[in-house]
Every structure is written in structure tokens, then in C-alpha cells.
């Protein structure tokens, strides 16, 4: 009886060597959504552009678990010292470690007309990338620039490096994303006003 089972126990192995019939789609682990270990972190923005930023947030990829975002800012000063700065919102989600394959998408609320009668646009950054931080994690910064660019960085308190929030980021700053008018969400959350 032992070899009868033995016997039927190899032949249906052979069965799982069949390769997969021409219908038959392969699975690729890059496909399936990434979850990634997350810490809250404060939140703080700054903004150099000179419109009134009224909520920003980010999302990671789909499935990763990485979100959140802040609230309101006021433009720039005239001389183009930045607003914002001062008050940290709770929380952001981000991994302890920095992932250089790591993207988010960034949406941000914009009124440029600040005519106290229309509420704005909704703008969208997509393959932000955040620069390289250390252990010492001091937050979450979006950064807004003129030309609707946006920066997110996590402070580690190195002075003078790409994640000090007291430097302006270069023009040329590979981390420096530019938006645009993001049509799916003003469709969603708008009466069909027209575009600034």
C-alpha cells in the first residue's frame, strides 16, 4: 500500500511542472499594492508663492498606508519671505527609514483670485519624491514655490543640507515638482466654475 501511495504521490508532482496555458497571466509583485511601516509626523508648510494656499495633502501608493497633509497657509510676504513656518499639524504618515523608490502625489488647494467670493482650484504634483533624511527626524515640510511647484522634505536638523526648512530650495532642486490644475478633483468638488 505504501508504494501504491509513494507512486501517485510522484506522479502528481509532474502535474505541477505543466507550464500555464496561453490564457494564464503572470504574476508580478510590483504590480500588487506595497505596504509600507509608517511613524506619524508633525506637519509644517511653507509658502513662497504668492497665493493663499487654503489645504494641502499627499498620498503614497495605492495600498502603501502613506498619507496626510496640513492646513491652510497665507501667501508670501511682498519681499518673498515665506508665510507659514510656525504651527505643526498632527499627523503625517511616513516611513522611519527614507525609501529612495519612494513617490507620493500631492493636492493642494489654491485660491488665486483671493476675491473673497470664489473658493479656488485644486492642483496636482504626482512622482514627488522626498530627499534623503536621517534617523533624527524633525517632521514633515510641504514646501510651495512660485510657478505652482511644491517640495516635500522631512527635517533631520542637519543645518545646510536638502531637508534644512530654513533654506529656499533652488530653482533647479530635483526635488522640486511641478503642479498642475487638477481636473478630476475640481470636477468632483466644484460647481463647474471656469478655470483660473
Partial sequence: MIHIVAVAAVLGLGAC??????????????????????????????????????????????????????????????DGKPSGGGAQTCCSDIPPVWQPDLTLTVRWLVDKKQNGKTPGYWYKAENVRIPKYGRDMGGLWAVFLPG??????????????????DIRPADNDPYVVQGKVDQEWNRLYRDGASTQ
Avoid: C
Fill in 17 to 78: 511542472d505543466k507550464h500555464p496555458g496561453p490564457t494564464a497571466q503572470p504574476l508580478h509583485l510590483s504590480d500588487l499594492p506595497r505596504h509600507v511601516d509608517t511613524i506619524g509626523a508633525s506637519t509644517q508648510t511653507l509658502n513662497y508663492s504668492p497665493w493663499y494656499i487654503h489645504e494641502w495633502g499627499f498620498q503614497g501608493p495605492d495600498g502603501s498606508g502613506l498619507q496626510g497633509g496640513g492646513p491652510n497657509v497665507m501667501p508670501a510676504d511682498a
Fill in 148 to 165: 505652482d511647484r511644491i517640495r516635500i522634505m522631512v527635517a533631520d536638523g542637519q543645518k545646510g543640507d536638502a531637508n534644512d526648512p
